[in-house]
């Protein structure tokens, strides 16, 4: 007998028995009030599900919610409302996309094997999980009913990674050009190779020409001129015309805070490099000065004033950018990101994403580019896309994401949009958990590296 049998034969028996499936894992106990079935899917990745005694017949299934979720306070809040929650981790697929999608779909049948069938099963997640969940939307539309991508790389992957080499070309070229720290083809040595960036752009930033380019990398890069303190609390928003303030944002977001995009830059791209095989970026016949001139209006002054103080011709480093040797992508690698996924804005079922405005991660810029294809395929009025106003990478409040969660199943229940007005949301918010929510009404920016 195989080993999918006998485990599908155990559970048949369990759930026939009228046992809850607590005893499906001794490490990670079921819910109150709920029912749990947990095991691996084909490729060995984990999956976990709770469905309450009262179900709604909505079902969640979030990439990493096998890692932990369980206990979270979102998960309680939702088995309260009646959601069946679950989902899968990412240990497996890592950064292979495509395969991370592909289980959200076998997670979902072995969720229906198990309590049967949904009636509306919702792609949701935050992170990677939200780029998952809108890869899910599109590539199983027909297993699907809707999607609630979180903080995700809405810009696809290789539109994402084209961004994160901008950022960190820019940073080389014109602080550290002699320095071996490496833009692409990440070391083995990978948590060496993050403290050696992160120390080499703070060095930088105590000097006034150090902050001057760490700003305009930021600028090109689209980061936020926002981000948490290094020991993750929250910094106060500053004020358009506070150059200081915009500048020590963007630093924060950059090297500073408890997850530092340079951090992540090398981490990730490591691990995709050695999946796809080589590098997939690239920034040959890119305009750096195009870049600039298209960011926000409070970093194009903070750039040039403290380029102004620090003595330092910002047209100069311009050209200095525009003559610097550029990057080449190897065109297998890029096949590889375009499996896991590049977005073709084609919706077929409700999307409705959520981005904080401060995220230094999944930057906000990369919202408006799939907003962009969604208006270009006609097909925009399957999404609402909100934003909230926050610094770091998904850092919501529980309610925040409650409210989102329950506008989308109103949106299937009636067939048609409620209200995702933010103060609509933020009322939601503060019903669900008791704390004031903070979406806001927000014009992203143009993303930079759209891609194709």
Same mark, same amino acid.
């Given at each position: 007998?195989?080993?999918?049998?006998?485990?599908?034969?155990?559970?048949?028996? +369990?759930?026939a028995?009228g046992v809850?499936?607590?005893?499906?894992s001794a490490?990670?106990?079921?819910?109150?009030?709920a029912?749990?079935?947990?095991?691996q899917l $084909?490729?060995?990745?984990?999956?976990?599900?709770? %469905?309450?005694?009262?179900?709604?017949?909505?079902?969640?299934?979030?990439?990493?919610?096998?890692?932990?979720g369980?206990t979270s306070?979102?998960?309680?809040?939702?088995?309260?409302?009646?959601y069946a929650?679950?989902?899968?981790?990412?240990?497996?697929?890592?950064?292979?996309?495509?395969?991370?999608?592909?289980?959200?779909?076998?997670?979902?049948?072995?969720?229906e094997?198990?309590?049967?069938?949904?009636?509306?099963?919702i792609?949701?997640?935050?992170?990677?999980?939200?780029?998952?969940?809108?890869?899910?939307?599109?590539?199983?539309?027909?297993?699907?009913?809707?999607a609630?991508?979180?903080?995700?790389? !809405?810009?696809?992957?290789?539109?994402?990674?084209?961004? %994160? !080499?901008?950022?960190?070309?820019?940073?080389k070229?014109?602080?550290?050009?002699d320095?071996?720290?490496?833009?692409?083809?990440?070391p083995?040595? +990978?948590?060496?190779?993050?403290?050696q960036?992160?120390?080499?752009?703070?060095?930088?930033?105590?000097? $006034?020409? *150090?902050k001057?380019?760490?700003?305009?990398?930021?600028?090109?890069?689209?980061?936020? *001129?926002?981000?948490?303190?290094?020991?993750?609390?929250?910094?106060?928003?500053?004020?358009?015309?506070?150059?200081?303030?915009?500048e020590?944002?963007?630093?924060?977001?950059?090297?500073g805070?408890?997850?530092?995009y340079?951090g992540q830059?090398?981490?990730?791209?490591?691990?995709?490099?050695?999946?796809?095989?080589?590098n997939?970026?690239?920034?040959?016949?890119?305009?750096y $000065?195009?870049?600039f001139?298209?960011a926000?209006? =409070?970093?194009?002054?903070?750039? &040039?004033?403290?380029?102004?103080r620090?003595?330092?011709?910002?047209?100069?480093?311009?050209? &200095?950018?525009?003559?610097?040797?550029?990057?080449?992508?190897d065109?297998?690698?890029?096949?590889?990101? =375009?499996?896991?996924?590049?977005?073709?804005? =084609?919706?077929?079922?409700?999307?409705l994403?959520v981005?904080?405005?401060?995220?230094?991660?999944?930057t906000?810029?990369?919202?408006?580019?799939?907003?962009s294809?969604?208006?270009?395929?006609?097909?925009?009025?399957?999404? &609402?896309?909100?934003?909230?106003?926050?610094a770091?990478?998904?850092?919501y409040?529980?309610? =925040?994401?409650?409210?989102a969660?329950?506008?989308?199943?109103?949106?299937?229940r009636?067939?048609?949009?409620?209200?995702?007005?933010?103060r609509?949301?933020?009322?939601?918010?503060?019903?669900?958990?008791?704390?004031?929510g903070?979406?806001?009404?927000?014009?992203?920016?143009?993303?930079?590296?759209?891609?194709?």
């Amino acid at each position: 007998m195989s080993r999918r049998l006998r485990g599908g034969l155990a559970l048949a028996i +369990v759930l026939a028995a009228g046992v809850p499936t607590a005893a499906y894992s001794a490490e990670q106990p079921c819910a109150a009030a709920a029912r749990c079935t947990a095991g691996q899917l $084909a490729d060995g990745t984990p999956y976990t599900f709770a %469905k309450p005694a009262r179900w709604n017949g909505a079902v969640l299934v979030d990439l990493d919610f096998a890692a932990g979720g369980l206990t979270s306070p979102l998960t309680a809040s939702l088995l309260g409302r009646g959601y069946a929650v679950g989902g899968t981790t990412r240990t497996i697929s890592s950064w292979n996309i495509a395969r991370a999608i592909d289980n959200q779909a076998e997670a979902l049948g072995r969720f229906e094997a198990a309590f049967g069938r949904a009636r509306y099963a919702i792609a949701e997640g935050r992170s990677m999980g939200g780029m998952v969940a809108a890869g899910v939307a599109q590539v199983y539309p027909g297993r699907f009913a809707a999607a609630i991508p979180m903080c995700g790389g !809405l810009g696809g992957a290789v539109g994402q990674w084209n961004q %994160k !080499l901008d950022t960190v070309f820019t940073l080389k070229t014109l602080l550290f050009p002699d320095a071996a720290l490496p833009v692409t083809g990440i070391p083995a040595d +990978v948590p060496g190779t993050q403290q050696q960036w992160l120390t080499a752009v703070a060095s930088a930033q105590s000097s $006034a020409a *150090g902050k001057a380019r760490i700003a305009l990398a930021a600028a090109i890069g689209q980061l936020p *001129g926002w981000g948490l303190a290094p020991d993750g609390s929250p910094t106060p928003v500053p004020a358009g015309h506070d150059v200081d303030g915009v500048e020590q944002g963007m630093y924060l977001a950059l090297a500073g805070g408890p997850l530092p995009y340079l951090g992540q830059a090398v981490s990730s791209r490591r691990t995709i490099e050695q999946l796809a095989g080589g590098n997939p970026s690239w920034n040959t016949g890119v305009d750096y $000065a195009r870049q600039f001139a298209a960011a926000a209006p =409070e970093q194009r002054n903070a750039v &040039r004033r403290l380029y102004e103080r620090a003595g330092l011709d910002l047209p100069a480093d311009l050209g &200095r950018l525009a003559a610097a040797p550029r990057v080449a992508a190897d065109p297998a690698a890029v096949r590889y990101l =375009e499996r896991g996924i590049v977005f073709t804005g =084609e919706l077929r079922i409700p999307v409705l994403t959520v981005n904080g405005t401060g995220d230094q991660i999944s930057t906000v810029a990369q919202q408006q580019s799939y907003g962009s294809l969604a208006r270009r395929t006609g097909t925009e009025s399957r999404l &609402r896309q909100t934003y909230v106003r926050t610094a770091g990478h998904c850092t919501y409040t529980t309610g =925040e994401q409650q409210a989102a969660i329950d506008r989308m199943l109103t949106r299937l229940r009636t067939g048609h949009w409620p209200d995702t007005a933010p103060r609509t949301m933020n009322a939601l918010s503060a019903a669900a958990d008791g704390v004031p929510g903070r979406y806001l009404s927000y014009v992203p920016p143009r993303f930079n590296r759209p891609y194709p």
